[in-house]
């Protein structure tokens, strides 16, 4: 069983990860199933890896875990950031993209300390350079919903983009721009 800070210890860096989701079929898929083929298709990261040690400065309390996490997902200490997330989408016709979600790692549940030491507990061995996802990151207001499924509310809100544009859905010749950083004084990681 790792321990919270053999896990910590683990953690080489973050990047930016997008699971693209084929929505359609996971609906189609969900029950009885779950999520499976429709997470099957492809995988997007950034091309660069922030370290853990570069985030230090920005290390914070996540949210209030009610109920109470179980003895082994019990953390000593803050395992969350303070790292700013945008995503920007940007219709086939657009000349710029439109932010359509501002959120913030910080609103993580789950630590990433936790999700690998959750992880971990089942006896899967963990090898130097896997990857992990952390999750949709949203936040407790609208525009911190860190999905197209959930900004759009299934399809029944869409996006309003530029020059009477929407998106409920990406479409062929759509584009997204993900950001992440965390601001110190005077400096951003």
């Known amino acids: 069983m790792l321990t919270e800070a053999q896990a910590e210890e683990m953690i080489f860096g ?3 990860l997008n699971d693209w989701s084929a929505r ?3 609906q189609w898929e969900y029950v009885p199933l779950g999520p499976f083929q429709a997470k099957a298709f492809a995988t997007s990261i950034s091309p660069w890896v922030v370290t853990r ?3 230090e400065p920005f290390r914070m309390q996540g949210p209030v875990q009610q109920p109470e996490p179980l003895a082994y997902l019990k953390q000593v ?7 700013a997330l945008d995503v920007g989408l940007r219709a086939g016709a657009m000349n710029e993209a439109k932010t359509i979600c501002s959120t913030n790692f910080k609103y993580m549940y789950w630590s ?3 999700q690998l030491v959750h992880h971990a507990s089942s006896g899967c061995a963990m090898n130097v350079g896997d990857l992990l996802g952390s999750g949709t990151i949203s936040g407790p207001e609208k525009h911190q919903r860190g999905s197209l499924l959930e900004i759009s509310w299934n399809g ?3 996006v309003e983009l530029a020059d009477g544009v929407t998106r409920s859905f990406l479409e062929n010749g759509d584009s997204l721009v993900m950001r992440g950083w965390c601001q110190g004084d ?4």
């Open 14 to 16: 973050f990047v930016i």
């Open 24 to 26: 359609d079929i996971q």
């Open 53 to 55: 040690e570069a985030l």
């Open 77 to 83: 200490r803050p395992n969350n950031y303070d790292l």
């Open 112 to 114: 990433s300390v936790q």
């Open 156 to 158: 029944t809100e869409p």
């Open 186 to 189: 005077g400096y951003r990681v």
